[in-house]
């Protein structure tokens, strides 16, 4: 509240993701209550990362929920509430040491990346040696893992036997595994349970393949770049545009904020590649009737890269 003041802000927009959303009308009141000369709105629309902001250039957005992606310019000031949770990962962690030997990744989520120095000294007393490192330019923490950047773990991924994520779900572990090809143990201290990501990676790219393999014959490609300022790759999506009328394509950019089977029906295109967040494509193909690839797939589908090399699409 005292940054608000300070800032002398007359109007703020509240960001909140969907699992926080519930909370959003009792945080506005209480803003309400203490500062009664500014204009307190909430944003309905989806915000599934800090790549999400709405805009407000004279005002103050706070998000709750995430850390900021520091490489990422905005237009008005944004203050970042990370939603860190009141549980001890400790106990956890300690359930998960006899799975641990040699040198270990050490990555998390804003819910627990304030306790990796604490995870980082129990595995260090422990006779294993933590590796942490601070990722590129995406990343505000050290150890921190986005679903689209696991740059903290790409660079040590070299000198470590296996990851240990902290934290819970299976969305950032997922892109751990398809972005490092390394080992990953979850350490999940909200399920109290410790398990892997093999299975799911395994389903993962047998879907990926299928998918591919469905794309390979459409002629009309819509390319999706999002009007989202951290999902926004317009150089890369015109790129691919040139590449795919190169093979002979047809292809358009189709620009738009939010993505759905509705939206992407309307057109008559046969296949989509998605430049927006690269988790449309890997998550929620399911829920589309037309094959979405990304950009690292449809290189296979053009001959640029072999199925034994897959890559996991990464914003940077
Ligand atoms: S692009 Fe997707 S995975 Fe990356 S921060 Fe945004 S919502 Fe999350």
């Not at 203050?79 to 050490?106: C, T």
């Not at 317009?234 to 089977?261: C, H, Q, W």
Request: aromatic share 6%; with cysteine.
């Amino acid at each position: 509240m005292a940054t608000v003041k300070k800032a002398g802000h007359t109007s703020i927009i509240l960001q909140f993701p969907e699992g926080l959303k519930r909370n959003a009308i009792d945080v506005a009141g209480d803003i309400d209550a203490q500062l009664k000369d500014v204009h307190v709105q909430i944003s309905g629309e989806p915000c599934f990362g800090a790549c999400d902001l709405p805009s407000n250039p004279d005002g103050l957005i706070v998000n709750f929920g995430h850390y900021p992606i520091p490489n990422l310019a905005h237009d008005g000031e944004v203050l970042f509430i990370p939603a860190r949770s009141n549980k001890d990962p400790i106990p956890i962690v300690r359930k998960v040491l006899p799975e641990l030997k040699g040198r270990v990744g050490v990555v998390s989520t804003p819910q627990y990346i304030h306790r990796v120095p604490d995870i980082v000294d129990l595995l260090s007393d422990n006779d294993i040696t933590p590796f942490v490192s601070k990722g590129d330019d995406r990343i505000f923490k050290e150890g921190q893992v986005l679903g689209c950047n696991t740059s903290a773990a790409r660079a040590i991924a070299k000198d470590i036997d296996i990851i240990l994520f902290i934290g819970a779900g299976d969305f950032h572990p997922l892109a751990l595994a398809l972005g490092t090809n390394k080992d990953i143990v979850i350490a999940d201290p909200d399920m109290d349970e410790i398990r892997g990501i093999r299975d799911l990676k395994d389903r993962v790219l047998r879907q990926r393949h299928a998918v591919i393999s469905q794309a390979k014959d459409a002629e009309v490609f819509g390319v999706i770049l999002s009007t989202k300022p951290g999902q926004r790759r317009e150089d890369l999506a015109r790129d691919i545009v040139k590449d795919l009328r190169k093979a002979g394509k047809k292809a358009y950019i189709v620009e738009m904020e939010n993505t759905s089977p509705q939206i992407l029906d309307s057109f008559s295109a046969t296949a989509w590649v998605s430049t927006a967040c690269p988790r449309l494509a890997i998550d929620d193909h399911l829920a589309y009737n037309k094959p979405i690839i990304t950009p690292p797939e449809l290189d296979i589908i053009l001959g640029k890269r072999e199925w034994e090399d897959y890559i996991f699409d990464e914003i940077v």
